[in-house]
T-cell receptor, first 115, second 116 residues
């Protein structure tokens, strides 16, 4: 079955520290992948996407993610976290072979930032 | 700026009421989706639509229905609201098939529904 796993429900990091949020997927076909961010009380905003080419992709707000096919992972990273990065982060995967291209979302990782 | 607009940010309704949540997109997207979001449960797909007058059940359609009379508008209907439908409701839209890879989904700001 197709699935997306975000192993960490909640992560707390200090402001200025580096961040890595994990995402693993199980998908039979060639995937395309997204990370979204949700600030409290808001909808989801697209951070970055991968669908082909360079496996290291850059996004908005200084985030990047690396697609590793051998590990079925698409981890999100940021070298130095800012207090405004506190939010919930969702990984999503779709497939070119899937019907209509529907995305499957992980359950999210909530990020807290300590001053 | 492209948008998905949900008509209400906050709603309070009484048990048994019929509730309409409206979603409008201005991107000429083929696909539209309704999710509910609850703490610890992530996004759960209620219904989606690939075209006008078409609808497909998602993972949790019970107690809900939808309407898509025009391409840009996708309405979620709670036939008889219950307290367990208190939640954040998110609408999203996308292009179809391979173009989803290029653009992903665009989400509205959400409607926080409280049923009392």
């Amino acid at each position: 079955a197709q699935s997306v796993t975000q192993p960490d429900i909640h992560i707390t990091v200090s402001e200025g520290a580096s961040l890595e949020l994990r995402c693993n997927y199980s998908y039979g076909a060639t995937p395309y992948l997204f990370w979204y961010v949700q600030s409290p009380g808001q909808g989801l905003q697209l951070l970055l996407k991968y669908f082909s080419g360079d496996t290291l992709v850059q996004g908005i707000k200084g985030f990047e993610a690396e697609f590793k096919r051998s590990q079925s992972s698409f981890n999100l990273r940021k070298p130095s976290v800012h207090w405004s990065d506190a939010a919930e982060y969702f990984c999503a995967v779709g497939s070119y072979g899937g019907s209509q291209g529907n995305l499957i979302f992980g359950k999210g990782t909530k990020l807290s930032v300590k001053p | 700026d492209v948008k998905v607009t949900q008509s209400s940010r906050y709603l309070v309704k009484r048990t048994g009421e019929k509730v309409f949540l409206e979603c409008v997109q201005d991107m000429d997207h083929e696909n539209m989706f309704w999710y509910r979001q609850d703490p610890g449960l992530g996004l759960r797909l209620i219904y989606f639509s690939y075209d006008v007058k078409m609808k497909e059940k998602g993972d949790i359609p019970e107690g809900y229905s939808v309407s898509r009379e025009k391409k840009e508008r996708f309405s979620l209907i709670l036939e008889s609201a219950s307290t367990n439908q208190t939640s954040m409701y998110l609408c999203a839209s996308s292009h179809s098939r391979g173009r989803v890879a290029n653009y992903g989904y665009t989400f509205g700001s959400g409607t926080r529904l409280t049923v009392v």
